[in-house]
Protein backbone atom coordinates (compact mmCIF):
# COMPACT_ATOMS: atom_id res chain seq x y z
CA UNK A 1 0.00 0.00 0.00
CA UNK A 2 1.36 3.60 -1.08
CA UNK A 3 1.55 6.96 0.86
CA UNK A 4 2.37 10.20 -0.43
CA UNK A 5 2.94 12.53 2.03
CA UNK A 6 2.20 16.56 1.25
CA UNK A 7 3.96 19.38 3.00
CA UNK A 8 0.52 22.18 2.58
CA UNK A 9 1.17 25.94 1.95
CA UNK A 10 2.02 28.27 3.19
CA UNK A 11 5.62 27.65 3.89
CA UNK A 12 8.63 29.85 3.00
CA UNK A 13 9.57 29.03 -0.46
CA UNK A 14 13.21 29.40 0.07
CA UNK A 15 13.46 25.51 0.46
CA UNK A 16 11.59 22.63 0.70
CA UNK A 17 9.61 22.03 3.29
CA UNK A 18 10.96 19.09 5.21
CA UNK A 19 8.42 17.28 7.84
CA UNK A 20 6.86 15.14 4.53
CA UNK A 21 9.90 14.28 3.22
CA UNK A 22 11.48 13.00 6.30
CA UNK A 23 8.55 11.17 6.82
CA UNK A 24 8.51 9.57 3.63
CA UNK A 25 12.37 8.60 4.27
CA UNK A 26 11.09 6.87 7.50
CA UNK A 27 8.68 4.97 5.92
CA UNK A 28 10.88 3.97 3.26
CA UNK A 29 13.53 2.76 5.57
CA UNK A 30 10.68 0.77 7.39
CA UNK A 31 10.08 -0.81 4.10
CA UNK A 32 7.20 1.11 3.12
CA UNK A 33 6.49 2.63 -0.66
CA UNK A 34 6.39 6.25 -0.05
CA UNK A 35 7.32 9.18 -1.69
CA UNK A 36 6.50 12.98 -0.76
CA UNK A 37 5.15 16.69 -2.62
CA UNK A 38 5.87 19.70 -1.42
CA UNK A 39 2.65 21.28 -2.12
CA UNK A 40 3.63 24.47 -0.39
CA UNK A 41 6.21 25.41 -3.44
CA UNK A 42 3.61 24.06 -5.90
CA UNK A 43 1.11 26.37 -4.42
CA UNK A 44 3.17 29.78 -4.94
CA UNK A 45 4.40 28.41 -8.63
CA UNK A 46 0.66 28.26 -9.12
CA UNK A 47 -0.24 31.42 -7.77
CA UNK A 48 2.84 33.38 -8.74
CA UNK A 49 2.60 32.83 -12.63
CA UNK A 50 2.72 35.61 -14.56
CA UNK A 51 -0.44 35.25 -16.85
CA UNK A 52 -2.48 33.99 -13.53
CA UNK A 53 -2.22 37.30 -11.54
CA UNK A 54 -2.75 39.65 -14.26
CA UNK A 55 -5.85 37.88 -14.75
CA UNK A 56 -6.48 38.40 -11.09
CA UNK A 57 -4.91 41.66 -11.29
CA UNK A 58 -7.51 43.02 -14.26
CA UNK A 59 -10.24 41.80 -11.53
CA UNK A 60 -9.15 43.59 -8.35
CA UNK A 61 -8.00 46.78 -10.44
CA UNK A 62 -12.05 46.98 -11.02
CA UNK A 63 -12.52 46.95 -7.15
CA UNK A 64 -12.77 49.98 -5.47
CA UNK A 65 -11.54 48.79 -2.64
CA UNK A 66 -8.09 47.65 -4.13
CA UNK A 67 -7.62 51.49 -6.35
CA UNK A 68 -5.04 52.22 -4.02
CA UNK A 69 -2.62 49.21 -4.26
CA UNK A 70 -2.94 48.37 -8.31
CA UNK A 71 0.12 50.09 -8.92
CA UNK A 72 2.08 48.48 -6.60
CA UNK A 73 0.34 45.39 -7.52
CA UNK A 74 1.84 45.77 -11.23
CA UNK A 75 5.05 46.30 -9.80
CA UNK A 76 5.03 43.32 -8.05
CA UNK A 77 3.89 40.77 -10.85
CA UNK A 78 6.78 42.03 -12.54
CA UNK A 79 9.12 41.47 -10.53
CA UNK A 80 7.63 38.11 -9.49
CA UNK A 81 7.16 36.59 -13.01
CA UNK A 82 9.80 37.96 -14.84
CA UNK A 83 12.46 38.32 -12.65
CA UNK A 84 12.53 36.40 -10.17
CA UNK A 85 14.95 38.37 -7.84
CA UNK A 86 15.11 36.60 -4.87
CA UNK A 87 17.39 33.36 -7.03
CA UNK A 88 19.53 36.23 -8.22
CA UNK A 89 22.55 36.05 -5.95
CA UNK A 90 23.13 39.75 -6.83
CA UNK A 91 19.93 40.63 -4.94
CA UNK A 92 21.59 39.49 -1.75
CA UNK A 93 24.59 41.95 -1.98
CA UNK A 94 22.42 45.40 -1.32
CA UNK A 95 19.88 45.28 1.21
CA UNK A 96 17.75 47.84 -0.22
CA UNK A 97 17.00 45.97 -3.43
CA UNK A 98 16.80 42.69 -1.48
CA UNK A 99 13.73 44.41 0.66
CA UNK A 100 12.28 45.57 -2.47
CA UNK A 101 12.25 42.14 -3.68
CA UNK A 102 10.75 40.98 -0.71
CA UNK A 103 7.95 43.06 -0.67
CA UNK A 104 7.05 42.54 -3.91
CA UNK A 105 7.06 39.30 -3.24
CA UNK A 106 4.57 40.17 -0.69
CA UNK A 107 2.20 42.58 -2.89
CA UNK A 108 2.23 39.08 -5.65
CA UNK A 109 0.87 37.09 -2.80
CA UNK A 110 -1.44 39.29 -1.45
CA UNK A 111 -2.96 39.72 -5.58
CA UNK A 112 -3.27 35.98 -5.31
CA UNK A 113 -5.46 36.24 -2.38
CA UNK A 114 -7.34 39.31 -3.00
CA UNK A 115 -10.58 37.89 -4.51
CA UNK A 116 -11.29 35.97 -1.37
CA UNK A 117 -12.86 38.18 1.16
CA UNK A 118 -11.25 37.64 4.49
CA UNK A 119 -8.11 36.02 3.77
CA UNK A 120 -4.81 37.06 3.12
CA UNK A 121 -1.69 34.50 2.35
CA UNK A 122 1.79 35.92 2.91
CA UNK A 123 4.99 34.92 2.84
CA UNK A 124 4.82 32.23 5.44
CA UNK A 125 1.61 33.47 6.98
CA UNK A 126 -2.17 32.85 6.47
CA UNK A 127 -5.04 35.20 7.93
CA UNK A 128 -8.46 35.04 8.43
CA UNK A 129 -10.10 38.73 9.50
CA UNK A 130 -12.90 37.34 11.35
CA UNK A 131 -12.06 36.40 14.32
CA UNK A 132 -14.14 33.10 14.31
CA UNK A 133 -11.71 32.00 12.24
CA UNK A 134 -8.12 31.51 13.41
CA UNK A 135 -6.34 28.44 13.02
CA UNK A 136 -5.77 27.86 16.12
CA UNK A 137 -8.95 26.98 16.28
CA UNK A 138 -11.20 23.70 16.48
CA UNK A 139 -14.30 25.49 14.89
CA UNK A 140 -12.43 28.03 12.94
CA UNK A 141 -11.06 25.19 11.36
CA UNK A 142 -13.74 23.84 10.47
CA UNK A 143 -15.30 26.57 8.92
CA UNK A 144 -12.17 27.02 6.99
CA UNK A 145 -12.08 23.96 5.72
CA UNK A 146 -15.76 24.49 4.16
CA UNK A 147 -14.68 27.86 3.07
CA UNK A 148 -12.74 28.60 -0.59
CA UNK A 149 -9.77 29.06 -0.34
CA UNK A 150 -6.81 31.14 -2.42
CA UNK A 151 -5.36 27.32 -2.71
CA UNK A 152 -8.72 25.69 -4.03
CA UNK A 153 -7.72 25.73 -7.91
CA UNK A 154 -4.52 24.66 -6.94
CA UNK A 155 -5.68 21.75 -5.16
CA UNK A 156 -8.33 20.54 -7.76
CA UNK A 157 -6.13 21.16 -11.32
CA UNK A 158 -3.09 20.59 -10.22
CA UNK A 159 -2.56 18.30 -6.54
CA UNK A 160 -5.06 16.22 -6.49
CA UNK A 161 -5.52 14.90 -10.15
CA UNK A 162 -1.60 14.32 -9.52
CA UNK A 163 -2.25 12.31 -6.44
CA UNK A 164 -5.18 10.50 -8.43
CA UNK A 165 -2.46 9.76 -11.36
CA UNK A 166 -0.17 8.42 -9.10
CA UNK A 167 -2.76 5.28 -7.21
CA UNK A 168 -1.81 6.11 -4.42
CA UNK A 169 -4.00 4.37 -1.55
CA UNK A 170 -2.93 6.71 1.49
CA UNK A 171 -2.43 10.45 1.61
CA UNK A 172 -0.69 11.84 4.69
CA UNK A 173 -0.83 15.85 5.20
CA UNK A 174 2.21 16.72 7.15
CA UNK A 175 1.93 20.04 9.10
CA UNK A 176 4.63 21.62 10.68
CA UNK A 177 3.44 25.35 11.40
CA UNK A 178 0.16 26.56 12.51
CA UNK A 179 -0.69 29.08 9.80
CA UNK A 180 -0.31 25.54 7.28
CA UNK A 181 -3.66 24.27 9.05
CA UNK A 182 -5.94 25.52 7.05
CA UNK A 183 -4.82 24.52 3.79
CA UNK A 184 -4.44 21.00 5.39
CA UNK A 185 -8.08 20.76 6.50
CA UNK A 186 -9.62 22.10 3.47
CA UNK A 187 -7.43 19.29 1.38
CA UNK A 188 -8.54 16.45 3.55
CA UNK A 189 -12.25 18.22 2.49
CA UNK A 190 -11.59 18.31 -1.36
CA UNK A 191 -9.56 14.98 -1.15
CA UNK A 192 -12.70 13.16 0.42
CA UNK A 193 -15.09 14.32 -2.09
CA UNK A 194 -12.85 14.30 -5.16
CA UNK A 195 -11.23 10.60 -3.88
CA UNK A 196 -12.91 9.05 -1.67
CA UNK A 197 -11.48 6.11 -1.89
CA UNK A 198 -8.09 7.39 -0.45
CA UNK A 199 -6.88 7.14 3.06
CA UNK A 200 -6.33 10.58 4.89
CA UNK A 201 -3.73 10.55 7.53
CA UNK A 202 -2.98 13.53 9.31
CA UNK A 203 0.38 14.44 10.91
CA UNK A 204 3.72 15.81 11.19
CA UNK A 205 5.51 18.30 13.93
CA UNK A 206 2.34 20.48 15.25
CA UNK A 207 0.11 17.50 14.85
CA UNK A 208 2.80 15.61 17.35
CA UNK A 209 2.86 18.85 20.10
CA UNK A 210 -1.01 18.69 19.88
CA UNK A 211 -1.02 15.48 20.52
CA UNK A 212 1.40 16.06 23.34
CA UNK A 213 -0.23 18.81 24.76
CA UNK A 214 -3.62 16.33 25.28
CA UNK A 215 -5.61 18.36 22.69
CA UNK A 216 -8.13 17.02 21.21
CA UNK A 217 -7.85 15.99 17.79
CA UNK A 218 -11.03 14.21 17.05
CA UNK A 219 -14.65 15.34 16.38
CA UNK A 220 -14.91 17.93 13.55
CA UNK A 221 -13.09 19.72 12.08
CA UNK A 222 -10.79 15.90 12.80
CA UNK A 223 -13.42 13.79 11.63
CA UNK A 224 -12.00 14.92 7.79
CA UNK A 225 -9.04 12.60 8.93
CA UNK A 226 -9.18 8.68 8.75
CA UNK A 227 -6.58 8.79 11.39
CA UNK A 228 -3.99 11.61 13.38
CA UNK A 229 -0.98 10.55 14.03
CA UNK A 230 2.00 11.85 16.20
CA UNK A 231 4.50 10.42 13.37
CA UNK A 232 6.53 8.08 15.96
CA UNK A 233 8.72 5.23 14.57
CA UNK A 234 5.84 2.91 15.86
CA UNK A 235 2.95 4.95 14.05
CA UNK A 236 5.60 5.39 10.66
CA UNK A 237 6.38 1.03 10.82
CA UNK A 238 2.81 0.44 10.78
CA UNK A 239 2.05 2.41 7.63
CA UNK A 240 4.71 0.53 5.83
CA UNK A 241 4.11 -2.95 7.33
CA UNK A 242 1.14 -3.91 4.55
CA UNK A 243 5.10 -3.44 1.94
CA UNK A 244 7.10 -5.01 4.02
CA UNK A 245 4.08 -8.20 4.22
CA UNK A 246 3.56 -7.90 0.51
CA UNK A 247 5.61 -10.83 -1.53
CA UNK A 248 5.63 -8.73 -5.02
CA UNK A 249 6.65 -5.32 -3.27
CA UNK A 250 11.09 -5.33 -3.16
CA UNK A 251 12.18 -3.64 -0.37
CA UNK A 252 15.34 -1.66 -1.65
CA UNK A 253 18.84 -3.65 -0.64
CA UNK A 254 20.40 -1.82 2.68
CA UNK A 255 22.90 1.19 1.70
CA UNK A 256 24.50 3.91 4.07
CA UNK A 257 22.25 6.46 3.64
CA UNK A 258 19.75 4.34 5.61
CA UNK A 259 21.39 6.15 8.71
CA UNK A 260 22.13 9.50 7.11
CA UNK A 261 20.29 12.74 8.15
CA UNK A 262 16.54 12.97 7.55
CA UNK A 263 15.97 15.16 4.56
CA UNK A 264 14.11 15.44 1.09
CA UNK A 265 14.78 13.22 -1.86
CA UNK A 266 17.23 14.96 -3.96
CA UNK A 267 15.33 13.79 -7.15
CA UNK A 268 12.21 14.39 -6.08
CA UNK A 269 12.48 18.11 -5.50
CA UNK A 270 11.93 20.89 -8.28
CA UNK A 271 14.92 22.99 -7.35
CA UNK A 272 14.62 25.82 -10.01
CA UNK A 273 11.57 26.70 -8.10
CA UNK A 274 13.05 27.99 -4.44
CA UNK A 275 13.59 32.03 -3.80
CA UNK A 276 17.61 31.50 -2.33
CA UNK A 277 20.53 32.58 -3.63
CA UNK A 278 21.50 28.85 -3.52
CA UNK A 279 19.79 25.53 -3.86
CA UNK A 280 19.25 25.15 0.03
CA UNK A 281 18.70 21.13 1.30
CA UNK A 282 17.15 20.59 4.77
CA UNK A 283 18.27 18.25 7.06
CA UNK A 284 17.63 16.98 10.58
CA UNK A 285 20.43 15.30 12.28
CA UNK A 286 18.63 13.56 14.39
CA UNK A 287 14.86 13.54 15.96
CA UNK A 288 14.49 15.28 19.60
CA UNK A 289 16.24 17.70 21.56
CA UNK A 290 19.66 16.20 23.44
CA UNK A 291 18.85 18.65 26.31
CA UNK A 292 15.41 18.84 26.84
CA UNK A 293 15.55 20.80 30.08
CA UNK A 294 14.50 24.60 29.39
CA UNK A 295 11.64 25.26 31.56
CA UNK A 296 10.02 27.35 28.52
CA UNK A 297 9.86 24.72 25.83
CA UNK A 298 7.71 21.93 25.15
CA UNK A 299 10.43 19.42 23.74
CA UNK A 300 10.73 16.93 27.46
CA UNK A 301 7.39 15.59 26.23
CA UNK A 302 8.85 14.24 23.01
CA UNK A 303 11.42 11.24 22.73
CA UNK A 304 14.68 11.86 23.46
CA UNK A 305 17.31 12.63 20.40
CA UNK A 306 18.38 9.87 18.38
CA UNK A 307 21.22 11.36 16.11
CA UNK A 308 22.00 10.42 12.64
CA UNK A 309 25.00 7.80 11.93
CA UNK A 310 28.72 8.93 11.51
CA UNK A 311 28.44 7.19 8.46
CA UNK A 312 25.25 8.07 7.11
CA UNK A 313 26.66 11.35 8.10
CA UNK A 314 29.50 11.10 5.48
CA UNK A 315 27.60 9.20 2.93
CA UNK A 316 25.05 12.03 2.87
CA UNK A 317 27.17 15.06 2.90
CA UNK A 318 28.71 12.96 -0.89
CA UNK A 319 25.58 12.51 -2.06
CA UNK A 320 24.42 16.05 -1.59
CA UNK A 321 28.16 17.37 -3.17
CA UNK A 322 27.57 14.86 -5.91
CA UNK A 323 24.02 15.99 -6.62
CA UNK A 324 24.83 20.10 -6.69
CA UNK A 325 28.91 20.59 -8.10
CA UNK A 326 28.28 24.08 -7.72
CA UNK A 327 27.51 24.67 -4.10
CA UNK A 328 24.37 23.92 -1.76
CA UNK A 329 23.34 25.22 1.58
CA UNK A 330 22.71 22.77 4.28
CA UNK A 331 19.95 24.13 6.77
CA UNK A 332 20.11 21.95 9.32
CA UNK A 333 16.61 22.08 11.26
CA UNK A 334 17.17 20.63 14.51
CA UNK A 335 16.28 22.34 17.48
CA UNK A 336 19.40 22.01 19.02
CA UNK A 337 22.79 20.57 16.85
CA UNK A 338 24.60 18.36 18.57
CA UNK A 339 28.20 19.80 18.37
CA UNK A 340 29.65 16.42 18.13
CA UNK A 341 28.13 15.75 15.11
CA UNK A 342 28.49 19.48 13.52
CA UNK A 343 32.50 19.08 14.12
CA UNK A 344 32.13 15.53 12.19
CA UNK A 345 30.09 16.99 9.40
CA UNK A 346 33.03 20.21 9.16
CA UNK A 347 35.66 17.19 9.30
CA UNK A 348 34.03 15.82 6.36
CA UNK A 349 33.21 19.00 4.33
CA UNK A 350 36.69 20.59 4.98
CA UNK A 351 38.99 17.40 4.62
CA UNK A 352 37.18 16.48 0.75
CA UNK A 353 36.83 19.76 -0.23
CA UNK A 354 33.01 19.77 -1.03
CA UNK A 355 31.44 22.63 -2.04
CA UNK A 356 28.85 22.73 0.90
CA UNK A 357 28.32 25.13 3.69
CA UNK A 358 25.49 25.13 6.36
CA UNK A 359 23.69 26.63 9.00
CA UNK A 360 21.51 26.09 12.27
CA UNK A 361 20.50 26.05 15.66
CA UNK A 362 22.72 25.54 18.44
CA UNK A 363 22.41 26.14 22.26
CA UNK A 364 25.32 28.26 24.04
CA UNK A 365 27.82 25.33 24.71
CA UNK A 366 31.04 25.24 25.95
CA UNK A 367 32.32 23.89 22.42
CA UNK A 368 31.40 26.79 20.45
CA UNK A 369 33.79 28.83 22.39
CA UNK A 370 37.15 27.05 21.53
CA UNK A 371 38.90 28.95 18.76
CA UNK A 372 39.98 25.67 17.64
CA UNK A 373 36.83 24.04 17.41
CA UNK A 374 35.30 27.42 15.76
CA UNK A 375 37.83 27.39 13.17
CA UNK A 376 37.14 23.87 11.97
CA UNK A 377 33.53 24.77 11.73
CA UNK A 378 33.93 27.62 9.58
CA UNK A 379 36.97 26.12 7.29
CA UNK A 380 34.26 23.17 7.48
CA UNK A 381 31.40 25.02 5.75
CA UNK A 382 29.01 26.85 8.74
CA UNK A 383 28.06 30.11 7.26
CA UNK A 384 25.90 31.09 10.11
CA UNK A 385 25.04 29.28 13.75
CA UNK A 386 21.57 30.65 15.75
CA UNK A 387 22.50 30.75 19.14
CA UNK A 388 19.74 30.49 21.76
CA UNK A 389 21.07 33.27 23.98
CA UNK A 390 18.01 34.19 25.63
CA UNK A 391 19.31 36.73 27.65
CA UNK A 392 22.09 38.57 29.78
CA UNK A 393 20.86 38.08 33.12
CA UNK A 394 21.83 35.53 35.19
CA UNK A 395 19.10 35.02 36.83
CA UNK A 396 16.81 34.57 34.18
CA UNK A 397 19.19 32.54 32.40
CA UNK A 398 18.61 29.89 35.61
CA UNK A 399 15.04 30.27 35.27
CA UNK A 400 14.73 29.33 32.07
CA UNK A 401 16.82 26.30 32.83
CA UNK A 402 19.58 26.98 29.69
CA UNK A 403 22.59 25.57 32.15
CA UNK A 404 25.37 27.13 33.65
CA UNK A 405 22.95 30.76 34.06
CA UNK A 406 26.12 32.18 33.08
CA UNK A 407 25.25 34.89 30.29
CA UNK A 408 29.69 35.42 29.78
CA UNK A 409 29.68 32.23 27.98
CA UNK A 410 27.46 33.08 25.30
CA UNK A 411 29.77 36.54 25.04
CA UNK A 412 32.79 34.45 25.13
CA UNK A 413 30.95 32.05 22.30
CA UNK A 414 29.90 35.53 20.29
CA UNK A 415 33.97 36.20 20.03
CA UNK A 416 34.79 32.95 19.26
CA UNK A 417 32.83 32.44 16.62
CA UNK A 418 32.82 35.97 14.82
CA UNK A 419 36.68 35.82 14.88
CA UNK A 420 36.55 32.39 12.88
CA UNK A 421 34.64 34.12 10.46
CA UNK A 422 31.02 32.84 11.33
CA UNK A 423 28.37 34.65 11.67
CA UNK A 424 25.72 34.68 14.97
CA UNK A 425 22.00 34.94 14.35
CA UNK A 426 21.44 35.78 18.19
CA UNK A 427 17.62 34.85 19.89
CA UNK A 428 16.46 36.73 22.60
CA UNK A 429 13.49 36.25 24.68
CA UNK A 430 12.11 38.70 27.23
CA UNK A 431 8.63 38.77 28.92
CA UNK A 432 9.66 35.63 30.87
CA UNK A 433 7.98 35.50 34.43
CA UNK A 434 9.30 37.86 37.15
CA UNK A 435 11.66 39.38 34.60
CA UNK A 436 12.49 43.31 35.50
CA UNK A 437 14.30 46.22 33.92
CA UNK A 438 17.42 45.30 35.26
CA UNK A 439 17.30 42.15 33.87
CA UNK A 440 16.48 43.38 30.55
CA UNK A 441 19.15 46.32 30.75
CA UNK A 442 21.64 43.10 31.44
CA UNK A 443 20.52 41.99 27.97
CA UNK A 444 20.95 45.08 26.49
CA UNK A 445 24.15 45.16 27.73
CA UNK A 446 25.28 42.57 26.32
CA UNK A 447 24.47 43.02 22.73
CA UNK A 448 25.83 46.41 22.86
CA UNK A 449 28.98 44.90 24.04
CA UNK A 450 29.16 42.42 21.71
CA UNK A 451 27.33 44.21 18.87
CA UNK A 452 30.38 43.37 16.16
CA UNK A 453 30.06 40.17 16.71
CA UNK A 454 26.44 39.78 16.02
CA UNK A 455 25.20 39.56 12.71
CA UNK A 456 21.48 39.38 13.08
CA UNK A 457 19.13 39.21 15.92
CA UNK A 458 15.50 38.00 16.74
CA UNK A 459 13.49 39.41 19.38
CA UNK A 460 10.71 37.28 21.19
CA UNK A 461 8.21 37.61 23.61
CA UNK A 462 7.46 34.67 25.79
CA UNK A 463 4.21 32.70 25.17
CA UNK A 464 3.75 30.53 27.85
CA UNK A 465 4.03 27.01 25.73
CA UNK A 466 1.32 24.49 27.04
CA UNK A 467 2.85 21.26 29.14
CA UNK A 468 5.96 23.11 29.27
CA UNK A 469 7.84 22.58 32.98
CA UNK A 470 6.91 26.39 33.08
CA UNK A 471 3.22 25.67 32.15
CA UNK A 472 2.93 22.49 34.42
CA UNK A 473 4.39 23.96 38.04
CA UNK A 474 3.68 27.88 37.26
CA UNK A 475 3.95 28.84 41.04
CA UNK A 476 7.91 27.73 41.15
CA UNK A 477 8.22 30.63 38.60
CA UNK A 478 6.58 33.27 40.48
CA UNK A 479 3.33 32.79 37.80
CA UNK A 480 0.19 33.30 39.55
CA UNK A 481 -2.12 33.16 36.60
CA UNK A 482 -2.11 30.99 33.31
CA UNK A 483 -5.03 31.97 30.59
CA UNK A 484 -5.78 31.19 27.43
CA UNK A 485 -5.69 33.85 25.02
CA UNK A 486 -8.63 33.55 23.39
CA UNK A 487 -11.61 32.09 24.45
CA UNK A 488 -11.78 29.95 21.42
CA UNK A 489 -8.15 29.12 20.84
CA UNK A 490 -8.29 25.73 22.08
CA UNK A 491 -5.73 24.26 19.68
CA UNK A 492 -2.90 26.93 20.37
CA UNK A 493 0.00 25.63 21.79
CA UNK A 494 0.56 28.58 24.13
CA UNK A 495 -0.95 30.68 26.92
CA UNK A 496 -1.09 34.32 28.96
CA UNK A 497 0.30 34.47 32.17
CA UNK A 498 0.04 37.10 34.76
CA UNK A 499 2.69 37.46 37.93
CA UNK A 500 0.78 38.70 40.94
CA UNK A 501 -1.38 41.31 38.64
CA UNK A 502 2.02 42.17 36.58
CA UNK A 503 2.59 41.16 33.22
CA UNK A 504 5.66 40.81 32.34
CA UNK A 505 4.76 40.38 28.35
CA UNK A 506 3.65 43.66 27.79
CA UNK A 507 5.81 45.47 29.85
CA UNK A 508 8.67 43.68 27.77
CA UNK A 509 6.83 44.85 25.14
CA UNK A 510 7.15 48.27 26.17
CA UNK A 511 10.62 48.26 27.06
CA UNK A 512 11.87 47.45 23.77
CA UNK A 513 9.64 50.10 21.92
CA UNK A 514 10.96 52.74 24.12
CA UNK A 515 14.51 51.35 24.90
CA UNK A 516 16.00 48.10 23.10
CA UNK A 517 15.20 49.66 20.07
CA UNK A 518 16.36 52.94 20.61
CA UNK A 519 20.27 51.73 21.48
CA UNK A 520 22.53 52.76 18.61
CA UNK A 521 24.04 49.37 18.74
CA UNK A 522 20.65 47.78 18.07
CA UNK A 523 19.90 50.06 15.70
CA UNK A 524 23.16 49.23 13.37
CA UNK A 525 22.49 45.20 13.44
CA UNK A 526 18.85 45.00 12.83
CA UNK A 527 18.05 48.32 10.99
CA UNK A 528 17.48 47.45 7.19
CA UNK A 529 16.91 43.86 7.90
CA UNK A 530 12.99 43.44 7.86
CA UNK A 531 12.23 40.55 5.83
CA UNK A 532 9.31 37.43 6.42
CA UNK A 533 12.58 35.05 5.79
CA UNK A 534 14.19 35.58 8.54
CA UNK A 535 17.45 33.40 9.24
CA UNK A 536 16.57 31.69 5.89
CA UNK A 537 18.08 34.21 4.12
CA UNK A 538 20.49 36.28 6.55
CA UNK A 539 23.17 34.02 6.46
CA UNK A 540 23.59 35.23 2.86
CA UNK A 541 22.83 38.71 3.34
S1 LIG B 1 14.56 25.33 23.96
FE1 LIG B 1 15.83 24.23 22.49
S2 LIG B 1 17.57 23.43 23.69
FE2 LIG B 1 15.98 23.99 25.16
S3 LIG B 1 14.85 22.06 25.50
FE3 LIG B 1 13.77 23.21 23.89
S4 LIG B 1 14.58 22.41 21.97
FE4 LIG B 1 16.01 21.80 23.61
Given at each position: MSIVFVTPP?????EPGLSAFAAAELVRRFGGRAHAVDASIGWHRFALDGDRLQATLAQVAQDPQFAKDVPAFRRAVRSVSA???????????DRKVYTSAVNHLEQALRLASA????IQVGIANYTAW???????SRAGLAVLSGTVQPFDAYFLEVLIPSIRASNVQQVGISVT????APAAFRLARLLRDELPGVQRILGGPLVACWLAAEMRCD???????DRVIAGTDAELQQLAQPDADDPTWLRPPPTP?????????LDQV????????RPTVPAV????????????????LHPRLQPCGQDGLEAWLHAIADRFPDGAMLHFTDSALPPAHLGRAAEVIRRDRLPLQWRGFVRVERAFADPEFARTLAEGGCAMLQLG?????PRILGLLG??????DLSRRVLRTLHHAGIRSYVYLLF??????DADREATLRLVEDEADAIHALNLAILNLPRRSPMHRAPEQFGITEVLPF???????LYDDFRCDGRHPRTEARRWLDHRFAKSAAVRRIGADFKSAFKEDHAWSL
Open positions: PIKPSVRPLQAPATYRPFPGHPSLRPEFQMQGAPFDLFLDDAPLSVAEWAQYLAPLGRGCYWRKCTFCPDHVETGSKGGGDPGVPTETHDDTDLS
